[in-house]
C-alpha cells in the first residue's frame, strides 16, 4: 500500500520548464510575414509581461498552443513550468482531479494523494486548451479558482493558495457559447482579459512561402528532403489551396513531401490531389436542391442492399455501418419484411 503522504504528479499532462522547448514547435519558432500575424504578434509582446487573463480563438491547426507558449516565455513567468491540459479530451470527474488533484480516498481508485496540474503550475502559466468543451461544474470550479486564487484537491478540506496566469483556447465561438448557455458569462469575462484570435492560413496567405521553406527545412524528416527547393508553380499552388486544417495541415503536406517527392525540385505532380485540384464543383454539380439528407440516405442504402442482391451483411459492410443499425434504418423506412430475407450473395 501506497504512504499516505505521498503525493504523485498529475499522469496525463504536458509539463515544460524554463529551459525545454516545445517538442513541437522547432524551437519554438513563429514564422510570418503577414500584416494580420505582425497585429497578433505585437499584441502578445505587449500582453506577455503582464498577468491578465488571455483568451487565444481561432480555428484548429492555427497556431494557438504556439501562441500560449509564446505567452509565457516572453513574459516574466518564464523560469516557472507551463502546463497544458486539453479540456475537451478528459470526462469530467477526470479531468476536475486532473486540474486540482484529489487526496487519497476521494472517490474509488485514489489510493494516494495527487497534486493537480494548476498546483504544479504554481508561479507559471496554466494552459486550458479547448477551454469551450468544459462542462458546467468545472466552469464554476474555475471560476472559484480564478477569484479566491486558491484550490481544494478532490476530496480534500483545506484550500491551496496557487499563482497562475491564466491562458486560455479555443476553436468554438465563445461568445455564443455564452449566449446559448453553455459557459458561464462571469468566466467568459474572467478568462478573456485580452483577447487574441490567430488568422486562418487563408486569410494569410503571405505567410505560405515562408512557412513551406520552415518545415522543408526541419522536422524529423529534413535529411531526407536533402535541401530541396520547390519550383514556383507548386509554390503557387500551395498559396493558392484554402488549407482548411490550417498550419497544420500545411506542416503535414511538407513532411509528406520531404518524405515522398522525388527528383531534384519539388513540383506540382509531387503535391496532393487536393491541392492541385481543389475544384469542389464535382460534388457542387451532383446536389439536388429537392432531396432532403434522410432520403438521399434512404436511397443510398436501398441500392446498396440491391448491389449486394439483398446480403445485409456485405451491404453493411460496405456502407460502413453495423448490421444493428442497417437493420434500425429499414425498420424506419418500412421496408424491414422486403428485405427480411435476402437472395444468394453475388459473388459466390
Ligand atoms: N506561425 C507558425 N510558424 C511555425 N509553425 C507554426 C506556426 N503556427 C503554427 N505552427 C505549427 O503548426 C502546428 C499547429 O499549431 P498549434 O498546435 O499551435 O495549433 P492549434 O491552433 O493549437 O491547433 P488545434 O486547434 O488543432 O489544437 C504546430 O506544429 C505548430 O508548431
Ligand atoms: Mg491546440
Redesign the pocket.
Known amino acids: 500500500m501506497s504512504d499516505s503522504n505521498q503525493i504523485l504528479p498529475p499522469s496525463d499532462f504536458q509539463i515544460l520548464g524554463a529551459s525545454q522547448t516545445h517538442p513541437?514547435?522547432?524551437q519554438n519558432?513563429?514564422?510570418?510575414k503577414s500584416e494580420a500575424?505582425h497585429q497578433v504578434m505585437g499584441m502578445l509582446d505587449r500582453v506577455a509581461p503582464s498577468k491578465a487573463t488571455v483568451l487565444i480563438l481561432?480555428e484548429?491547426?492555427?497556431?494557438?498552443?504556439?501562441l500560449a507558449h509564446a505567452i509565457h516565455q516572453r513574459g516574466n513567468r518564464s523560469h516557472k513550468p507551463f502546463v497544458a491540459i486539453n479540456c475537451g479530451a478528459l470526462r469530467e470527474t477526470l479531468l476536475e482531479s486532473e486540474l486540482f488533484g484529489h487526496e487519497k480516498g476521494a472517490f474509488t481508485g485514489a489510493y494516494s494523494r495527487k497534486v493537480g496540474l494548476a498546483e504544479v503550475a504554481n508561479g507559471g502559466t496554466l494552459f486550458l486548451?479547448e477551454i469551450g468543451e468544459m462542462s458546467p461544474g468545472i466552469q464554476s470550479k474555475l471560476l472559484r479558482f480564478l477569484q479566491e486564487g486558491e484550490i481544494y484537491r478532490v476530496g480534500g478540506k483545506e484550500p491551496i493558495k496557487v499563482d497562475i496566469r491564466l491562458v486560455s483556447?479555443t476553436?468554438k465561438e465563445l461568445d455564443k457559447e455564452v449566449i446559448a448557455g453553455n459557459f458561464r458569462e462571469d468566466l467568459f469575462y474572467r478568462v478573456n482579459t485580452i483577447m487574441l484570435s490567430?488568422p486562418p492560413l487563408r486569410r494569410r496567405r503571405e505567410?505560405v512561402p515562408l512557412?513551406v521553406q520552415?518545415f522543408l527545412n526541419t522536422g524529423e524528416n529534413v535529411h531526407l528532403n536533402r535541401g530541396r527547393r520547390i519550383d514556383d508553380e507548386a509554390l503557387a499552388a500551395l498559396t493558392k489551396y484554402d488549407w482548411p486544417g490550417n498550419?497544420?495541415e500545411l506542416?503535414n503536406v511538407c513532411e509528406r513531401l520531404q518524405i515522398l517527392a522525388d527528383g531534384e525540385t519539388i513540383a506540382m505532380s509531387d503535391l496532393p490531389q487536393q491541392i492541385v485540384e481543389p475544384d469542389q464543383k464535382v460534388i457542387l454539380d451532383d446536389y439536388d436542391a429537392t432531396m432532403p439528407l434522410h432520403e438521399f440516405e434512404k436511397r443510398y442504402i436501398l441500392k446498396a442492399l440491391n448491389y449486394f442482391d439483398g446480403n445485409k451483411t456485405q451491404a453493411a459492410n460496405a456502407l460502413g455501418i453495423t448490421i444493428k443499425t442497417l437493420y434500425n434504418k429499414l425498420h424506419e423506412y418500412g421496408e424491414f419484411e422486403k428485405y427480411a430475407v435476402h437472395s444468394r450473395p453475388k459473388s459466390s
Do not use: F, P, V, W
Open positions: 513541437m514547435l522547432n519558432q513563429i514564422i510570418y500575424m481561432g484548429s491547426g492555427t497556431g494557438k498552443e504556439l486548451d483556447a476553436n490567430a505567410d512557412l520552415h498550419i497544420r506542416q
